[in-house]
């Protein structure tokens, strides 16, 4: 599970980019408006709106950060635009025109020559020349005005301290009022032949280009909206993704909309996807199949609450609808609800349509189709909306909670509730086979929800014997809880339940590993990683990251192939004979300032030490020397890493004692973790150090909880102990082992005279522990 988190800065490979490149350029607004932007040449852009009130706003923006691509292919940070051109040529159609009071205006943010900070306002007319719709603009940083009237208006723009500037675009019938418009109005603008001229107009890019793996990647429509499909897939390309992509189309974005009375909602009247979307995922499935990826376009139940109709969403026994954790909420659609799944069908439909224009093969996922169950604690099964009442008929009865044993009623309830989940995900998948005969099918099912070991009866509602094989053609599983609480013990559990429940092999299926929610948690990548790793493992064919929006965010990058190699191990041991003489030198990477005072400040790089041996005093015969040699060229040299025996420190208990249950506190239980590393404790309680032990010897390690030993229900992998259930809160838990050290050769020559060495003078055979 090789892995890495890239830093800014850390890029080796750069090339260079003109400022203002179309691919760079972002949209933004606020609900319930949408737009997008995508690129339509190597010097062009075009921008999609649709407005629903007089009062909305979209900004085209280009920043002089880069705040969206991975660390290892970000543009630099240039906020000085002073030396700088920017020339297009602008055609649009309805949005508020050039010429028009409150038309297209180049808002640019920063700091005066002073420093303060400062907006200038620059009406994009001033420097235009042609129609209102149809015009080239020239903007020159150094002598750029801002100001609805020039001179008389004119406010001189500082150029040598820019954070970002945006291009706004709104409806014809713009007001500040949040006034409802008579219809939805849709407009664009396409830039094109766009030019940056000058000293300032080149800027450095990343150009990593990490090698293919077999890792495959996920991501959504809600993430990526404001961001050109060209940028998106730039990123799946530098980072070694290939061949498929799982892109859910959202829940937030993809839909139309239009007033019913004083409420805004869904709606498929005029076409079931608006503008912007179809404009933007027509370009991502496009470009995709130039470069050869084949796109999973996944539909869910789930939908922005505030624009949903309240009659078609799923509701708890006392009334309350299936409301989600997000800010703002989203809702489940009931699968009793015709209209609720048509809707659902429709946009499956849509996206199929897309994927056979751009010439994609059809995949169309169903993403976590279930009944939803409350975050409240209470955790109620929203089974009680209208459309399910009526189809329960004599078996509606209460189930005031999901938790626990079941009552012969309940239970028939409950399986009622997945024959209609079922019908309506067969619904669905028929409707897409209908245009596509060849198309894929996929069903997406989040496991620590639907196998919920506190509601074992949930699964009857949640994964219904209707989707066993050969409902649909892959059956893909994700459980993100569970990967980054480190409860490896239910993913085991629940992948096992899944297979013998619905019957679909390990080759028809896929597996989605992650995701990290706040980057202030990004050490949840080391689980992920661990989670992907294990999921190629277990023999499925597909293992997927979700999401691409957090590991651009966070750095995060994947290796194997080529890269594996580089810290190949070989889980053999150096020959123990030899390392019993071994020297050892444990060192730290400290680095030390001493002031002009003579007082020192101290840091210390390494939480724990580096171990180094020479194990050549081991080396005293021929036969040694034949045996030393033979391992190393087995090796490769200082290419492929071993065991050693530290002949000092090899033990749990002391240095080298023999190992006891409870020699070493790994950590306490919380009722969730399932895995706890193997670590060995050195120094008092509050100074200790702690160093992890990665290869501790087979069959030495002994386990206990709160001082019982446990010879059962926990296995082992690498330097974690694996639960199959989770130790309870409070408990603690230890260990004994005895352990090797994972080294390498130092260098990749042996150099040994053999008059020397038969006169007595000792070989050097230095050792490097390595890490990770």
């Known amino acids: 599970m090789p892995h890495w988190l890239a830093s800014p800065g850390d890029a080796l490979v750069h090339t260079h980019i003109k400022r203002f490149d179309p691919r760079f350029w972002t949209v933004n607004f606020a609900h319930p408006m949408m737009a997008s932007v995508v690129t339509t040449g190597p010097q062009a852009m075009r921008a999609d709106c649709v407005f629903y009130n007089a009062n909305e706003l979209a900004g085209l923006i280009w920043e002089s950060e880069d705040h969206w691509d991975h660390p290892l292919i970000a543009y630099e940070t240039a906020r000085d635009y002073r030396g700088c051109t920017l020339a297009f040529h602008w055609s649009s159609s309805g949005i508020k025109p050039l010429d028009a009071v409150q038309g297209p205006t180049l808002t640019i943010e920063g700091r005066d020559a002073a420093g303060n900070p400062k907006s200038w306002y620059v009406r994009l007319w001033n420097y235009a020349s042609g129609t209102s719709e149809d015009a080239d603009i020239a903007l020159d940083f150094d002598a750029m005005d801002g100001g609805f009237l020039l001179p008389g208006e004119a406010d001189p723009v500082w150029a040598g301290d820019i954070d970002r500037m945006f291009i706004s675009l709104i409806p014809p019938a713009y007001d500040e009022t949040a006034t409802p418009l008579a219809s939805p109005a849709e407009g664009w603008v396409e830039l094109t032949d766009i030019r940056a001229a000058g000293a300032s107009s080149t800027l450095t890019i990343g150009d990593t280009l990490l090698p293919e793996h077999g890792m495959r990647i996920a991501t959504g429509y809600d993430d990526a909206y404001n961001q050109t499909p060209a940028r998106v897939l730039r990123n799946i390309v530098h980072l070694g993704y290939r061949e498929l992509i799982n892109h859910y189309v959202g829940m937030s974005h993809y839909f139309r909309l239009r007033y019913y009375g004083a409420n805004l909602l869904y709606t498929v009247s005029g076409g079931n996807l608006n503008a912007p979307c179809e404009s933007w995922h027509r370009d991502f499935a496009s ?25 078609r969403k799923q509701r708890a026994e006392n009334g309350d609808y299936a409301l ?36 994609q093969p059809v995949h169309i996922q169903i993403g976590e189709p279930w009944w939803w169950i409350t975050l409240d604690g209470s955790k109620r099964i929203c089974l009680y909306d209208s459309a399910a009442q009526a189809l329960f008929g004599a078996n509606l009865v209460s189930i005031p909670t999901i938790v626990g044993p079941k009552t012969p009623e309940q239970i028939a309830m409950l399986d009622q509730a997945g024959e209609i989940l079922a019908a309506s995900t067969q619904l669905v998948a028929d409707r897409v086979r209908a245009m596509a005969p060849d198309a894929t099918l996929y069903l997406l099912a989040y496991l620590p929800t639907v196998l919920d070991e506190e509601a074992p009866e949930a699964r009857r509602a949640n994964v ?45 299926q896929h597996y989605f590993s992650g995701f990290v929610l706040n980057a ?20 499925v064919a597909e293992t997927f990251y979700w999401a691409l929006p957090q590991a651009m965010r966070d750095g995060f990058v994947h290796f194997d192939s080529e890269e594996s190699d580089v810290q190949a191990f070989d889980d053999v041991s150096f020959p123990l004979a030899l390392g019993a003489e071994a020297m050892a030198s444990p060192g730290f990477s400290t680095s030390i ?16 030490a580096r171990m180094r041996y020479d194990a050549g005093p081991g080396v005293r015969s021929e036969d040694d020397l034949g045996t030393l040699i033979a391992f190393f060229r087995a090796r490769r040299g200082a290419a492929r890493a071993f065991r050693f025996r530290d002949p000092f420190d090899h033990s749990s208990n002391g240095m080298t004692g023999t190992p006891e249950f409870d020699d070493q506190l790994l950590g306490t239980g919380d009722g969730t973790t399932t895995a706890f590393a193997l670590v060995k404790r050195y120094g008092e309680p509050g100074e200790e150090q702690v160093r992890e032990i990665a290869r501790p010897v087979s069959g030495s390690v002994r386990i206990a909880v709160d001082g019982v030993e446990a010879m059962s229900g ?31 050769f130092a260098e990749d020559r042996l150099e040994v005279n053999r008059a020397t060495f038969l006169a007595g003078e000792a070989v050097s055979v230095p050792l490097v522990e390595i890490r990770g």
Request: proline letters at 5%.
């Open 324 to 359: 989600t954790g997000w800010v703002p909420p989203s809702s489940l659609l009931s699968p009793a609800s015709a209209p609720a799944v048509d809707q659902v069908a429709r946009a499956a439909e849509s996206f199929t349509q897309i994927l056979l224009d751009t010439g």
């Open 714 to 744: 926990w296995s082992f992998d690498d330097g974690t102990v694996l639960f199959d259930t989770a130790p309870a809160e409070g408990t603690e838990i230890t260990a004994g082992y005895l352990f090797d050290v994972p080294v390498r």
């Open 520 to 539: 202030e948690d990004k050490a949840q990548w080391h689980a992920i990683a661990a989670a992907a790793e294990a999921g190629r493992e277990r023999g």
């Open 593 to 608: 300032v001493t002031t002009a005072s003579g007082a020192e400040h101290r840091d210390s790089g390494w939480a724990d």
């Open 464 to 508: 219904p014997l209707g989707w066993a094989d050969p409902a649909f053609d892959i059956l893909q599983l994700e459980d993100y809880d569970w990967v980054t609480a480190g409860n490896r013990g239910a993913t085991a559990r629940g992948a096992q339940a899944m297979e013998a429940r619905l019957g679909y092999p390990k080759d028809r």
């Open 287 to 311: 470009r995709a199949k130039t470069l050869g990826y084949e796109m999973i376009f996944s539909v869910s139940y789930e939908l922005l609450d505030s624009i949903g109709f309240g009659t």
